[in-house]
């Protein structure tokens, strides 16, 4: 998969993941679909590392099930990242 399947991919996991995971975040809806891209490459090496099982092709179920997980999980850090900033701030 190229590059810009793997931008469309993580634009489209950013928005589906704020669609699974709903809550204020700071940025909105754009930085939570660039965190998407970052998490369909997080979602990518972690399905490398535990199943040997990578994002190659932009069709499979495999390639989708990794790539949202991967962006949930940068998505809660991120919150948990930023939401502490903002308690500590005010």
Do not use: E, Q
């Amino acid at each position: 998969m190229g590059i810009i399947g793997w931008i469309v991919l993580g634009l489209i996991v950013g928005a589906l993941a704020k669609l699974i995971m709903p809550g204020k975040d700071p940025g909105g809806i754009l930085v939570t679909m660039l965190l998407g891209v970052v998490g369909a490459f997080v979602g990518g090496l972690i399905g490398n590392w535990i199943f040997g099982v990578g994002i190659d092709r932009f069709w499979s179920l495999s390639t989708w099930i990794l790539a949202i997980v991967g962006s949930l999980i940068v998505l809660g850090i991120y919150r948990a990242i930023v939401g502490r900033k903002s308690v500590t701030r005010g």
